[in-house]
């Protein structure tokens, strides 16, 4: 799989795209539509650059979401495999995608609530001052 690691520019994340120089000839055409997956799976919808090739514009909630910052490491990947999809991986760690699951959606969710019983603090306070902080056992 082709794939570069680079460090973002100011650029990159004030105005929500990511340059690919490295991977030109395994992207998309220009104008065409590309999906980028995230570390987390999440998927963001772009499309390439008109005139750019190896500019992938409209990734501004990709920056929100993972908290760019100019200076960070990334991974970007290509599967020649799945055209249309780069992968995009934030930070110097790497997690491989799983090859031994076939649907990657999020599993359903289940309600839990948790009830804690609250002490008192004004009691306890209470009761520490009366006893001048001194332990009663």
């Keep these: 799989m082709p794939k570069?690691?680079?460090?973002?520019?100011?650029?990159e994340v004030?105005?929500?795209y990511l340059y690919a120089s490295e991977l030109k000839g395994s992207l998309p055409e220009p104008?065409?539509?590309?999906?980028?997956?995230?570390?987390?799976?999440?998927r963001?919808?772009?499309?390439?650059?008109?005139?750019?090739?190896?500019?992938?514009?409209?990734?501004?909630?990709l920056h929100h979401k993972n908290?760019?910052?100019?200076g960070e490491t990334i991974i970007i990947e290509v599967n020649p495999e799945e055209?249309?999809?780069?992968?995009?991986?934030?930070?110097?760690v790497?997690?491989?995608r799983a090859v031994d699951l076939e649907d990657l959606s999020q599993p359903a969710r289940v309600r839990?609530?948790?009830?804690?019983?609250l002490r008192d603090t004004a009691l306890a306070r209470a009761a520490k001052e009366s006893h001048q902080y001194r332990c009663q056992i």
């Excluded at 065409?32 to 999440?42: E, H, K, L, N």
């Excluded at 772009?46 to 909630?61: E, F, N, V, Y």
């Excluded at 839990?112 to 019983?117: D, F, L, P, V």
């Design 14 to 16: 004030k105005y929500g």
């Design 67 to 70: 908290r760019s910052r100019a």
């Design 4 to 11: 570069m690691k680079r460090k973002l520019t100011p650029s």
């Design 112 to 117: 839990q609530e948790t009830y804690r019983i």
């Design 31 to 42: 104008s065409a539509p590309v999906t980028i997956v995230d570390s987390d799976g999440q």
């Design 94 to 96: 790497h997690t491989p």
């Design 44 to 61: 963001f919808g772009s499309k390439m650059h008109r005139a750019q090739k190896g500019r992938i514009d409209g990734l501004t909630d």
């Design 83 to 92: 055209k249309g999809i780069v992968y995009v991986h934030f930070g110097n």
